[in-house]
């Protein structure tokens, strides 16, 4: 690390390089000298707050279809707080069901009912690989029947 101890005299000023720390030691009228305890990382306050701020916009509710009817257009919420271009994934849709990624939509027809409640996951990476995750669930119930009618 870069340490300076600075008097009255002779002011010093240090930056400190990319994660290098530096220790800031300051000395009193009395001799006695007297370190902070905080150490000083340097970052670039956009990284620094992208990072922190990288996640998805809102959430989803769980979601209830039926299997061999279509559903309603599903939209992910957007990723914001990231680096560059955000790209997104979607794991775990039931049968029949697609993501577009582009749209960040899911949509389609599920072929077949769940058994229960099945989790699927959001995911967005931005172009520095941060990585926001968001969790729901889909449950697909059988098909409607209104019996035989022949």
Same mark, same amino acid.
């Given at each position: ?24 030691? +300051? ?29 998805? =916009? ?8 039926? =299997? ?26 039931? =049968?029949?069901? +697609? ?21 699927v996951a959001c995911l967005a990476e931005d172009s520095i690989g941060a990585v926001a995750?968001?969790?729901? +669930? ?13």
């Amino acid at each position: 690390g870069t340490t300076t101890t600075p008097t009255d005299e002779q002011p010093s000023t240090t930056t400190p390089t990319d994660e290098q720390p530096s220790t800031i030691t +300051s000395t009193d009228e009395q001799l006695s000298t007297t370190t902070p305890t905080q150490t000083l990382v340097e970052t670039s306050g956009e990284e620094e707050d992208s990072e922190q701020a990288f996640g998805f =916009a809102g959430a989803v509710e769980d979601q209830a279809y039926t =299997a061999e009817t279509a559903i309603t257009a599903l939209v992910m919420p957007d990723a914001t707080g990231g680096e560059g271009e955000v790209t997104y994934r979607v794991f775990g849709l039931p =049968a029949g069901l +697609s993501f577009d990624a582009a749209t960040r939509t899911i949509s389609g027809t599920p072929t077949a009912a769940t058994d229960g409640a099945v989790e699927v996951a959001c995911l967005a990476e931005d172009s520095i690989g941060a990585v926001a995750v968001l969790f729901f +669930s889909i449950t697909v119930n059988p098909p409607l029947s209104f019996g035989d009618f022949s």
